[in-house]
């Protein structure tokens, strides 16, 4: 006789049905996101495969696109080497023009009108050539070094490049080239730099502290090179740069061995601003706050002090900053600092000096070929190694949809005949109200 309390064929059919159902859920989610894992628990090891190709895919995106940007990038700064080897070479025609004897000084000098015009818009593209907000050709981009290009998906993995420099404030003209007072070369460091720290005074009587930098070989220096270094505050994070072009009577003043000769600060811009010479000290021009640095040959020559006042803008206190960082720099353009074409001499060694310029600026042009041709085929190599990569994810991942159409449409039919055996074991119980009759 049936048991009312227990419809054991009612629980059956229930739990056989809630079985299917959770499959035809399972089957309609993978069919709808078209996806075999949805969730760590269709499969977990398939799951953390996965979600670790998906992080390497989006990287070798993202470093594709970084080093298209690396092309663009180098293209500017090519764009410009290209409009100045074309100046270049017409400098070096009307040098050779200059140079026939078949012209008088008053014709050189016509011709050196141009020479000059030309020169000066070598020097214009050569320090406002710029890139998303990067300075190109003034040693800006990487201060100097190498530009490092992320064009791989993990940590470390880098292209670099070497940027030319144009323009004189760039270009490190030889490690080794600062010593100190003692007059031993600095190695410790790179370009040649080191640590200086001046201690000024206090108070009302702001006592000045000097410290000497000896410039090895510095009957090397040229008209047009840049004295760099960097000027750290008394709070230790405060920096400015500090660029020194030497003009020829600076060059002089620095080898002079007879007297100490103030040299002219002009000429010199800290952290993109023009100073103005006040007494031979370094002073902002836009804030009108001086910087409290006065740079001066000291009469032996090679060697120049820096001396230091007070640096402090809001207080007379004690006062401490650093001098570091120390270098000679001299760009591309200086090559032909001093040329002209007034005299038939000057118009053939103006021919000597275009030859060596026209040379540094096509070798530059064929390394930028180098590099673009570099990230191409890196950039081509990531997107191909992505869509392996893609491709490989998707046959952990992706759903087999023949297999889960296949799978919804047998589950669709379980469902239906689960939910008529249901409604039958229900009504197996009816039997018993017979016996009430």
């Known amino acids: 006789m049936p048991v009312i309390n227990t419809n054991v064929s009612s629980v059956i059919a229930r739990n056989a049905l809630n079985k299917n159902e959770n499959e035809m859920t399972k089957a309609m989610e993978k069919l709808s996101t078209g996806k075999r894992i949805n969730s760590s628990g269709d499969d977990a090891a398939g799951m953390a495969i996965t979600s670790r190709m998906s992080a390497q895919i989006s990287g070798l995106d993202q470093a594709a696109r970084n080093a298209n940007d690396g092309i663009s990038m180098i293209q500017t700064a090519e764009s410009a080497y290209i409009e100045v080897s ?77 940027f030319g420099t144009l323009y004189g404030k760039a270009h490190v003209k030889g490690e080794n080239f600062i010593s100190d007072a003692s007059g031993a070369l600095v190695t410790a460091t790179a370009n040649g730099s080191f640590t200086s720290t001046i201690t000024n005074g206090s108070g009302a009587t702001n006592a000045a502290t000097s410290h000497s930098i000896v410039i090895a070989n510095a009957a090397s220096l040229e008209e047009n090179d840049y004295l760099i270094f960097t000027v750290t505050e008394n709070d230790g994070k405060t920096t400015h740069e500090v660029s020194l072009k030497l003009s020829a009577d600076m060059v002089t003043d620095i080898n002079d061995t007879t007297a ?48 230091g006042t007070d640096f402090d803008k809001s207080t007379a206190a004690l006062s401490t900053f650093t001098i570091s960082d120390i270098k000679v720099r001299r760009g591309l353009t200086a090559n032909l600092s001093g040329t002209d074409l007034s ?8 021919i000597t000096a275009l030859d060596t310029t026209i040379d540094e600026v096509n070798a530059q042009r064929a390394t930028y070929g180098s590099f673009i041709s570099r990230l191409e085929h890196a950039a081509q190599n990531l997107t191909n190694v992505s869509a392996n990569t893609a491709a490989s994810r998707s046959r952990i991942l992706d759903a087999d949809y023949a297999r889960e159409t296949t799978e919804l449409a047998r589950t669709q039919i379980i469902q239906q005949a689960g939910t008529a055996m249901l409604a039958q074991a229900n009504q197996i119980k009816q039997t018993v109200l017979s016996l009430l009759k």
């Open 260 to 307: 100490a000769v103030a040299i002219d600060t002009n000429a010199v811009v800290e952290d993109g601003k023009t100073l103005s010479n006040v007494a031979g000290t370094l002073t902002d021009g836009n804030a009108g706050a001086a910087l409290g640095l006065t740079i001066k040959s000291t009469g032996t020559a090679g060697t120049i002090t820096i001396t």
């Open 86 to 162: 074309d100046m270049l070479q017409r400098m070096r025609q009307l040098a050779i023009q200059a140079a026939s004897e078949t012209y008088g000084d008053v014709d050189r000098e016509a011709l050196d009108l141009e020479y000059q015009e030309l020169g000066a818009e070598v020097n214009r593209i050569a320090s406002t050539t710029e890139w998303n907000g990067f300075m190109m050709l003034d040693g800006t981009v990487g201060d100097g070094d190498p530009v490092k290009i992320q064009s791989g998906a993990n940590a470390l993995q880098t292209v670099d490049i070497a």
């Open 343 to 350: 005299k038939q001499t000057k118009a053939t060694a103006a």
